[in-house]
């Protein structure tokens, strides 16, 4: 998997060959100041809200919650902030080009999508109120819940098993500046 943003020193720094890239160069080329300092928070929030690696703290969050939680981190000093056309244009894009270099990532991204879902199908109240307009039946029997209660573990299970493998993606793709493989805790 390419490394399109690097962490370090609690910044979340652009590679070099991604500025390449019209829509990200302009999100760095917009902000004037001398240590890029709006720049650098805009590309922490795209990283965070796409990033699936151990170090983004985000990485568990429900799909819906996680813009605004980002944004309440990193933009402390300005709550106002949301992100502009631009930047969610760039969102896009940077999911897609992870999407298009990590066959697993698409797996991933499916997979938790339709966890929450399930998630929130179970939390509505009255799942078992539900009825067929028609013949006043309930919508979902019982068994049929607890049939998907019991998939659930099937589909956690699965989805730490596809995470385990994007982390170990990475591990195989990180190398030092000097070639020196990186070890599971460095990552």
């Known amino acids: 998997m390419y490394e ?11 590679s070099k060959e991604i500025l390449l890239i019209p829509e990200y ?16 928070k805009e590309f922490a929030f795209i990283y965070f809200r796409v990033s ?11 799909e819906k919650l996680k813009p605004r939680k980002i944004a309440e981190r ?27 270099s990590s066959l697993t990532y698409s797996y991933l991204m499916s997979a938790k999508i339709a966890a929450e879902q399930l998630k929130e199908f179970f939390s509505e109240e009255g799942t ?11 919508l979902y029997k019982p068994k049929e819940l607890t049939s998907a209660l019991a998939d ?4 956690l299970n699965n989805l730490e098993s596809i ?19 990186i070890n599971y805790f460095e990552i």
């Not at 399109?4 to 652009?14: G, I, L, M, Q």
């Not at 659930?152 to 589909?155: E, G, M």
């Open 4 to 14: 399109f943003f690097e962490v370090r020193d609690f910044v979340v720094w652009p």
């Open 25 to 40: 160069a302009e999100v760095w080329d917009r902000d004037e100041s001398p240590k890029k300092e709006v720049a650098l």
């Open 52 to 62: 699936m690696r151990k170090n983004n703290p985000f990485r568990a969050y429900n």
């Open 74 to 100: 990193i933009f402390k000093d300005n709550p106002e902030w949301r992100p502009d056309d631009k930047v969610k244009n760039l969102v896009n894009v940077y999911r897609e080009d992870v999407k298009n």
């Open 128 to 138: 078992l109120k539900l009825r067929n307009s028609r013949t006043g039946a309930p």
């Open 152 to 155: 659930t573990n099937n589909i």
């Open 163 to 181: 995470e385990r493998k994007i982390d170990q993606e990475e591990l195989s793709d990180s190398r030092t500046k000097n070639s020196r493989e």
